[in-house]
């Protein structure tokens, strides 16, 4: 069976090497390589902590994941978005884009943003298939110009009932 679960930070060292095989495997180099490639289970399990994430499992292994965390007080950006190669074209991302979708509108968000390398034009479609639009576009240091794009959808946020 496959599931879309909440991560916890004890998920950290199960999803380390599904974030470094999908980051390993894109399908153009980025220059600079990401920093996806440079991070350890602490680093993950401290992201999760200050915000949150959800992963594809199917049968116990760990398929997909994403990160994400408060951007502002109207909005959850999220980024760590992994897929092993061998699970693509499942749908397991867009499962994942949905899940961030209805976490920010439970908690009130009216926005979603993520960054993504301009080189990457795939994942670029599949977000702009999920309805999101560039906003922004922005160079790494030391790079003149721009490597990444920011990238938005409005939402409805979800409004509690009144007391």
Not at 45 to 54: D, K, V
Not at 76 to 102: I, K, M, Y
Not at 110 to 136: H, I, K, M, P, Q
Request: hydrophobic content about 50%.
């Amino acid at each position: 069976m496959t599931e879309v679960v909440a991560l916890v930070p004890a998920d950290a060292a199960a999803i380390l090497p599904v974030i470094h095989a999908a980051f390993a495997a894109q399908s153009v180099a980025t220059d600079p390589p990401s920093a996806a490639l440079r991070e350890r289970a602490e680093s993950l399990a401290a992201q999760i902590a200050a915000g949150g994430g959800f992963g594809v499992r199917e049968g116990g292994r760990w398929l997909a994941a994403l990160l994400w965390a408060e951007e502002d007080t109207d909005a959850l950006h999220f980024g760590r978005l992994a897929v092993l190669p061998e699970a693509r074209r499942r749908g397991f991302a867009r499962a994942l884009v949905t899940a961030v979708e209805a976490e920010a509108a439970r908690c009130g968000k009216a926005r979603v943003t993520l960054g993504v390398r301009l080189v990457l034009a795939d994942n670029r479609r599949l977000f702009a298939s999920c309805g999101y639009v560039e906003t922004a576009r922005t160079a790494h240091p030391g790079y003149a110009q721009p490597t990444s794009a920011t990238m938005e959808k409005r939402i409805t946020p979800q409004r509690s009932p009144a007391a």
